[in-house]
């Protein structure tokens, strides 16, 4: 949810970003390798399992040299490419959304050990070395830890509160959003229940403090053709020669069974909101397939056709690589001549030896 807000963000103010400005995306639970398939699939309009599986192939090309006592020189030009490969690959779907207008930077933290008053001294360095930060994404509040505490006698109830108005103050201080997910108590699976406030998790102070909630749930007891979805997620067409117009068209009542597979209804309620309406709700469109949130049936149907291409071609690079290092590994290790198909290896998915997308040694920051 928080890489597809950034996405929409980004690309509502692409006109009015500086190239100096910056988004800041921290990650408290996930690592950012995991952080990065997701940007990826999203940005990218990959489909997920074809970016996983360019992770799980990578781990047996390595688990191969290992296997076949590949030389350390030999092993670490392999992983060295592999590791490129995959750099260009973000790169290239953070560009795709960005256009080099605005600098994403992604930080991971370890969870339960990241404060507000990190945040904000990170905020500090970002300044320092020239970028304007314009929004931040935390995920999530949940596994951070408030930047005091009285002799480690807080309870949960009363910390969480502290982390979300510390984040408030950040966020005044700085003049920017600051947004982070947390969670909501079993009972908000229950589709039968209103969403309200009254289902946060662990500590209503977090709603004390805050001055925007919004809720969310999957509904999988649903489809986009369900009452109450249909109507805000299918554009109604024009009717021609006074007919009645019909919301569906033709085409996509074809393939409905597979659109009910992959599309997920979501539903959103503003919940709490200082500036504006609160209480209103509506659906979105979950994809299964490339992670994306759509506002309607039409903007899936659009992306559709590159999900394919872009996802067929990356599996079509990911077998590439593997066959180059099977091959590299007979070649090396037992003399046989290199052939043109090792040689060409760095073509693979695009790549260009002279563009590395290198994070910063200290934080592990993609820029």
């Known amino acids: 949810m928080c890489i597809n807000m950034c996405k929409r963000m980004i690309e509502a103010n692409i006109s009015d970003f500086d190239k100096k400005d910056a988004i800041l995306f921290v990650t408290t639970e996930d690592d950012i390798h995991k952080l990065s398939r997701r940007f990826i699939s999203i940005f990218g309009n990959y489909k997920f399992e074809s970016v996983r599986q360019l992770y799980a192939k990578a781990y047996d090309v390595t688990r191969t040299q290992q296997i076949v006592g590949m030389s350390v020189d030999t092993n670490n030009q392999l992983n060295s490419q592999i590791q490129k490969m995959f750099k260009n690959l973000l790169k290239t779907s953070l560009l795709k ?62 910390t969480q509160g502290q982390i979300t108005q510390e984040l408030r103050i950040l966020s005044r201080i700085h003049g920017i959003p600051v ?11 229950d589709v039968t229940k209103l969403m309200t406030n009254k289902l946060i998790g662990d500590s209503y102070k977090k709603i004390r403090y805050s001055d925007f909630i919004y809720m969310l749930r999957m509904r999988e007891d649903k489809n986009f053709l369900s009452e109450g979805v249909r109507e805000q997620v299918v554009v109604r067409k024009q009717a021609t020669d006074g007919a009645i117009p019909d919301a569906v ?119």
Do not use: W
């Open 249 to 367: 068209s033709p085409e996509i009542l074809s393939i409905k069974d597979r659109l009910y597979d992959t599309l997920v209804p979501l539903e959103v309620k503003i919940t709490k909101s200082k500036d504006s309406e609160k209480n209103k709700s509506r659906f979105f469109l979950f994809c299964k397939e490339n992670l994306r949130i759509y506002n309607n049936i039409d903007e899936y149907i659009k992306d559709a056709p590159m999900i394919k291409i872009h996802s067929d071609r990356l599996d079509s690079d990911v077998n590439k690589m593997m066959n180059h290092a099977i091959s590299h590994v007979i070649t090396t290790d037992f003399s046989e001549p290199v052939t043109e198909e090792t040689q060409q290896f760095e073509a693979i998915g695009g790549f260009d030896s002279s563009e590395i997308f290198q994070p910063e040694p200290e934080s592990g920051l993609f820029h």
């Open 179 to 189: 947004i982070s997910p947390t969670q909501n108590q079993r009972d908000s699976e």
């Open 97 to 158: 959304v960005t256009q080099g207008k605005v600098s994403l930077v992604l930080k991971h933290c370890n969870e339960n050990s990241f404060s507000p008053g990190d945040l904000g001294r990170f905020l500090d360095r970002l300044k320092v070395e020239g970028y304007k930060p314009k929004l931040i994404f935390i995920d999530y509040m949940d596994t951070m830890t408030p930047t005091t505490s009285v002799f480690g006698n807080a309870k949960e109830y009363d």
